[in-house]
């Protein structure tokens, strides 16, 4: 993995800008601390931080040219089928003069164009120079796994990894927009192409930019395949499945440089290690992180799988101190508020010190209908038959539940629940993962903010994505398609942040494109049944995995956030600074209002962790806004 980073000017130049962009560059350092480029020329500045993974050598640094000097590349990801590729390419004239994924992607570009995106199997975000046609092409892959943001000003296009990495001497931060704010708070994240910023945006997973002298093209070149009814759930079925997973491992256990496993209590990074070790790394190790809080840790379980699979087990502890809370987020540098931040944070930067690439497990919930809120949309259904002023009387009596300190609190759950039942079916659904709602934002908004976004319903950009499911699917199928459309890509933000914060890579078999369009368009009783979701995964590591595991309660990578803000621990110090920053400097919220919400949360009167959480990270984002700002030049 890298750091990306350019300015483009189809019709002039970029130099008053290039005496500032080694430095732009060197702001991405983290995530590529192997070694850095720059390129100039035709209109353009291109920069490139590297993280050495496939041929460590020179050879393949970046930017990188094409051998006739027609395109010039900045990448950032893995494409993991890049030998086969190359096959393809040799016979056509190509010659290659490293081992790289990189040289392959380009010349694959120089042959195809943006044909050969529909060849690739990897994770990536690039940027393509065409100096002949003076033309500059962006593509992120299928599911958004690598981040890439984009600003469009008159005369002016720049794109980088990360949003801030674009501002400094040679151009001021952007003013916030205030619909991404509101999205924002309504979930604790923001789904491209929101970013938090005016004139910023993020490229939507699965999509191109094509920017010259005739404007920008923006083009969708993948979206979930579906067929109009799903085949029957049989034992080809499982046979496929684990085939896929089997494939798309293998493939990703290519590299030149030290590689791991994330490994937690649950069955999705499991099913990776048992692929790993099926197929021949059984030497791997196998990174874990516990907690000392009983009921958050997974250590004990993640152990026996290791011991299970014969793989060497490097265990570590969070560490819950106010040094390692600032340092999660001073790397948090965009509007995402994914409590687990924190523990990832540590869990990459004790992985990083023996490994460069590790396997994970995400994206199997979303796969596989994992989540409690697809059961819980059959209970909204029922509170739905209860009218009205029944519902009302049942919200009142969930505030009298006592606050506890459990990864999801009962307090909370009701009054979620309850509270998206009312919102009807589709909408039940994106309300079960909203933080702030109408109270909220009545209580906290500022008059100005709450005028400006009356008009805006970020729930509905959730639910609308349901009707991109062709109507003979279930209902549970729209759902999840919803879910990795809109909720996925912040998991995926969450883990590429906090990983290459510290110069980890890390790779997602589950979301290989061949077993998402495999997923897709499987029938319900193969993902769900007796209100347990992963049917299918449970089917395939029967008889391979210790017997209690599939009997586990579903954890999750959580930390105990109410806890967080009762407690006079840690979080109180850095929580009462942020706010006394934000009283004195940032508008948008009623901060005397903050104030009580957290003294009330302290005292038990309400479950207001994520909410404390999101604004916490607000105020962060927002003061590393404020440092980045400079003097006004006439950029």
């Given at each position: 993995?890298?750091?990306?980073l350019?300015?483009?000017?189809p019709?002039g ?8 962009f080694?430095q ?27 993280l ?9 640094a ?9 395109f ?11 030998r ?13 003069r ?7 992607l ?9 044909g ?20 500059l ?8 796994v ?8 008159p ?21 916030p927009?205030?619909?991404?704010l509101d999205?924002?708070?309504t ?26 002298e005739?404007?920008?093209t ?6 979930i395949p579906?067929?109009?009814r799903?085949e ?6 499982r ?14 256990l ?44 997974e ?35 965009e509007?995402l508020a ?18 460069t ?6 994206g ?18 029922l ?15 969930a505030g ?24 009807g ?17 009545r ?5 100005e903010?709450l ?14 994505l ?5 109507p ?8 999840q ?22 110069g980890?890579?890390?790779r ?50 959580l ?26 400097n940032?508008g ?17 009167q ?5 909410v404390?959480?999101?604004i916490?990270?607000?105020i ?5 806004c ?10």
């Open positions: 993995m890298c750091g990306i350019g300015f483009f000017s019709g130049d970029v130099s008053r800008w290039q005496a500032a080694p732009a560059v060197g702001s991405l350092a983290h995530r590529g601390p192997d070694g850095s480029g720059h390129w100039a020329g035709a209109g353009a500045l291109l920069g490139h931080t590297r050495a993974v496939l041929d460590l050598s020179d050879a393949g970046q930017p990188m040219r094409s051998a006739d000097g027609r010039v590349l900045v990448f950032n990801g893995e494409i993991y089928n890049f086969a590729l190359r096959q393809q390419l040799e016979p056509l004239g190509h010659a290659f490293s081992q790289s994924d990189t040289e392959v380009l010349a694959a570009w120089a042959q195809w164009g943006e050969c995106l529909e060849r690739l199997e990897g994770i990536f975000a690039f940027a393509v120079l065409d100096t002949r046609e003076r033309t092409t962006l593509a992120r892959d299928h599911l958004g690598k981040p890439l943001f984009f600003l469009q000003r005369g002016l296009f720049g794109f980088a990894s990360e949003p801030l990495a674009l501002f400094g001497p040679h151009l001021p931060v952007p003013e927009n205030p619909e991404d999205a924002y708070f979930y604790n994240y923001l789904p491209a192409p929101r970013t938090g910023l005016e004139g910023v945006r993020q490229l939507p997973p699965g999509h191109t930019l094509r920017v010259g005739r404007g920008t923006l083009r969708r070149y993948w979206s579906y067929a109009d799903p029957p759930y049989t034992a080809h079925t046979e496929r499945f684990s085939e896929l997973l089997g494939r798309a491992v293998q493939a990703q290519v590299s030149d440089a030290p590689l791991g496993l994330f490994l937690s209590g649950g069955l999705d990074s499991y099913a990776v290690a048992l692929a790993a070790a099926q197929a021949g790394a059984g030497d791997l190790q196998a990174f874990t992180l516990g907690f000392a809080q009983r009921g958050y840790d250590t004990p379980a993640a152990s026996d799988y290791a011991d299970h699979l014969g793989l060497r087990f490097a265990p570590t502890r969070f560490a819950w101190t106010e040094e390692a809370i600032l340092a999660t987020l001073a790397d948090m540098r509007l994914d409590a687990s931040c924190f523990p990832l944070h540590q869990l990459a930067r004790h992985a990083r010190a023996q490994a690439v590790v396997l994970a497990g995400d199997g919930d979303e796969l596989l209908a994992g989540y409690d809120t697809y059961l819980a949309g059959g209970a909204a259904a509170l739905r038959v209860v009218p009205r002023p029944g519902r009302a009387l049942l919200r009142r009596a009298c539940l006592p606050a506890d300190s459990r990864r999801y609190g009962l307090r909370m759950v009701c009054e979620r629940l309850i509270d998206a039942a009312g919102q079916r589709g909408r039940d659904h994106a309300c079960f993962r909203r933080i702030f709602g109408p109270e909220h934002r209580r906290l908004y500022e008059p903010f005028k400006a976004v009356q008009g805006f319903d970020a729930v509905d950009e959730y639910v609308r349901m009707d991109e499911v062709p003979e699917r279930s209902w549970l199928t729209a759902r398609h919803a879910d990795i459309s809109f909720h996925l890509p912040s998991i995926l933000a969450k883990v590429d942040r906090m990983s290459m914060a510290v980890l890579e890390v997602v078999p589950l979301l290989d494109k061949a077993l998402v369009e495999f997923c897709a368009n499987l029938p319900d009783d193969a993902k769900r049944s007796l209100g347990k979701g992963k049917v299918l995964l449970r089917q395939h590591l029967r008889g391979c995995i210790p017997p209690q595991a599939l009997k586990r309660p579903k954890a999750g990578f930390p105990p956030v109410d806890q967080w803000f009762r407690e006079s621990g840690p979080m109180r110090n850095v929580m009462g600074d942020a706010l006394h920053w934000a009283r004195g940032l948008w919220l009623r901060w005397h209002e903050v104030d009580k919400l957290w003294t009330e949360h302290g005292r038990g309400s479950c207001s962790g994520f404390l959480l999101g916490l990270q607000f962060n984002w927002s003061r590393q404020a440092e980045t700002i400079t003097p006004r030049t006439n950029a």
